[in-house]
Structures are given as C-alpha cells and as structure tokens.
C-alpha cells in the first residue's frame, strides 16, 4: 500500500465500518469492537473473556483512562491519537507454548506496520518496537490459567502512537523516548487502514502459530535492535540493573547474554536499555 493512502489531515473517530472492509482475516476481528473510551482495552478482554467471548475477539478504543504497559508502567493514550487495540485468544495450546507468543507478535505488528505505512520498525526485546531509538509500539501479553494449570485464554494489547505531531504531546517523561506515525511520516495518519493490517497481520501469525515459528524467529533476529549490543538488564521485581552484552536471541525467543566475568545466561524475563 503507498504510503498516502493512510494519511489524513484531520483525526476523526475510528470507524469500524472503515476497518471491517479492509480485513481479510479468519478469525481475528470477529467480532470487533470500537469503543469511544475505556479503562484499559485489556482489562476489558478480560472482563469479556470471564462472560465467555470468543476466540478471536477484537477490542479497539479511540482513548484509554489507565492505559497498560509493561511492569506496571501506564501506557499513554490520549484521544484520537494511537491505535490502542487488544485481541482476546483461546487458543487451547499447553502453557508452555505461550512463551512465544509476545516475540511473534512484535513480528506480526512490523509486518502490519510495514504492509500499511512501508516502514518496518525494529525490536526491542522482548517486544517494544522502536524508530531511531525512539518508542513507537508496546506490546503487553497477559494470559489466565485454568484451575488445573493450563493455559484458559491470552490477551495481546498493541499500543501504537500514531497521530501526535511532536515530541511536545507526549508526557514530560517520555517526550525524548517515544515517536509517531505522524512525525515519522510528515503527515496525520488515517488510524484505520493501520488497524486493520494489524490485524491481518496478527490473523496469519496466529494461524501458523506452529507451522511459521522458524520463519517468525528469523524475522525477529533480523528486525532486532538488541542482538550485538552492550545492555543493561533488570530483572522483575529487582530495581538493580546488570551490564551484559545481548548475543543472540535463542530458539525459545530468550534473550542470550554474555555478562563481563564471561558467564552467558539465556534470559526469559526482564527488561533492558540499550547502552
């Protein structure tokens, strides 16, 4: 798709009807539902999910009251200027395989982004995805156990900033971090024709979750920001941060680092700067 086709020069309300038409999915979007405001679009895939809505259902709201990001962090999401979505899944895959989840997800979103807008951003790991050093999108995977400890349903949250003109709209503490569509591209940007290749995008990742993880890991390893740099880890619930080099990311998607007495560790969880 040119890259005009998604600019707009005013932001107007996301249109579901605009959405619905561009999506050639299986099963992601159906149904999709376009909210004015919410708390938290994946606290609302939960709520949902506990009233038994169904595989593959798609919340999209124009702003969010408590955004969520990543270790608790609030994710900002003023009106009429991201695509704040979140998918509702019940897969019924054994717990184990939603480790992979996350990774392959921060894949399909670049494709989505790549498909609707012609850039690709890289990957930050485990999953925010950056341009010139700058946040664009997080990616917040939270999932339910069943009481007998397999894997009840996982929900994706996509937060994607996309018509803020300048650094000057986003808050004080982010503004030299985070970047849009917009500024990146010169222009406002029409938000559905991007939230519905995110979602095309997501539907093929999903239907070959199994099938595709090799090629997805590829993608991942070539889009990644992380691999070959000097870092800093924090571990969860730890406030210390660890100097490692980031070697490779293996094939469980674990971040491999080599620390400086020469230790290497496959790391599953955290979260890193890039030194």
Known sequence: MERNRV???????IRKEEISARLHTALLGKPLLVLDQIDSTNRYAFRLAQEGARDGTAILADTQTAGQGRMGRRFQSASGRGI?????????????????????????????????????????????????????????????????????????????????KSAGEFEDDIQSKAISLSMLLGRPIQREPVAAALLNAMDAMY???????????????????????EILLARPGSGAQTAAKALDVDDRFALVVRYPDGRQEAISSGEISIR
């Open 207 to 229: 239907a070959r979750y199994f099938t595709g993880r090799r090629e997805y890991l590829a993608r991942y390893r070539k889009d990644s920001c992380t691999i070959g740099r």
């Open 84 to 164: 704040y979505l979140s998918l509702l899944l019940r897969p019924g895959w054994p717990l184990s395989q939603a480790f992979y989840f996350t990774a392959m997800t921060a894949v399909a979103v670049c494709d989505g982004l790549e498909a609707s807008c012609g850039l690709r951003p890289q990957i930050k790991w485990p999953n925010d995805l950056l341009v010139d050093g700058k946040k664009l999108c997080g990616i917040l995977t939270e999932l339910k156990t069943a009481p007998d400890g397999t894997l009840a349903y996982l929900v994706a949250g996509i937060g994607l900033n996309v018509g803020q």
């Open 7 to 13: 600019f707009n020069e005013a932001q107007s309300p």
